[in-house]
């Protein structure tokens, strides 16, 4: 989104030339403008920036330089595609570590928690609980579905403690750890049945996540620490 943003920025056309030197810019929405974009090189270095007014008649947007006097007339279209909150910018693929850097699981669902580490060979332990067959496939899948995760649509509120969309009492949490950092994943309720509202830690983002990714972490979940097979029932006692 970053990259399309810059090149509508650098493809910025007047549509037409409003004012030269206005006395007052109140009259265009500039004295307190709708939007300012500034661009930044190097450091603090302000390449420059664009203010964003009201609208004219036509639909126009007024629009000046902060360094010039001049105030234009832009398509107003170019106020609709910015962002109205940072977490839009982000990339949809949240996870910024790769499978292989993940060397340790914190998985609760339901009330059950499971721990997994993997060791200096590289061999995935079963912590938690302390009896269980560990499915190494079942376990790589997981892995790979929380590294892939992406967003289908970022929420505006990020909080530091999330209480929305059922994230005070997650269906299921996924916490990844690597050399560098942990990873927290938190799955909330459905309200559509088609995406599920979801928080993940770094970078910090509350968002939307398809129910068929919510149903691959689930099934992968459920395949590391398969339950144990259900105990053939007793034979009733012979009658005397």
Same mark, same amino acid.
Request: proline share 9%; hydrophobic share 45%; aromatic share 6%.
């Given at each position: ?5 810059? &090149? ?6 007047? !549509? ?18 709708? +939007? ?11 390449? &420059? ?24 007339? +832009? ?16 990339? !949809? ?48 899948? @997981? ?11 970022? @929420? ?18 996924? =916490? =990844? ?26 970078? %910090? ?28 029932? %007793? ?6």
């Amino acid at each position: 989104m970053v990259a399309g943003l810059l &090149a509508d920025l650098q493809d910025l056309q007047a !549509r037409e030339f409003t004012a030269d030197v206005p006395v007052d810019l109140e009259p265009y929405g500039l004295t307190v403008p709708q +939007v300012i974009v500034t661009l930044k090189g190097t450091a603090t270095n302000i390449v &420059a920036q664009l203010l964003l007014g009201g609208l004219d008649g036509a639909g126009l947007q007024y629009a000046k330089l902060a360094t010039e006097p001049f105030v234009y007339a +832009v398509d107003a279209a170019l106020a609709e595609q910015l962002p109205t909150h940072p977490p839009a910018l982000f990339a !949809r693929r949240l996870a910024t570590l790769e499978a292989g850097q993940v060397t340790r699981l914190v998985l609760e669902r339901a009330g059950e928690r499971t721990v997994l580490e993997r060791d200096a060979d590289q061999t995935w332990k079963l912590l938690e609980p302390t009896s269980g067959v560990l499915d190494v496939d079942g376990l790589q899948a @997981l892995v790979n579905a929380l590294v892939e995760i992406r967003a289908v649509e970022f @929420l505006p509120d990020s909080p530091a403690e999330p209480v929305a969309c059922g994230l005070d009492n997650p269906a299921l949490t996924i =916490a =990844a750890t690597t050399a560098e950092k942990n990873y927290v994943l938190k799955i909330g309720f459905t309200a559509d049945g088609e995406t599920y509202c979801a928080w993940w830690s770094d970078p %910090e983002s509350l968002f939307m996540v398809s129910a068929a990714t919510v149903a691959t972490l689930q099934k992968t979940v459920l395949q590391v620490v398969p339950p144990p097979a259900a105990l053939p029932a %007793e034979p009733p006692p012979a009658a005397p």
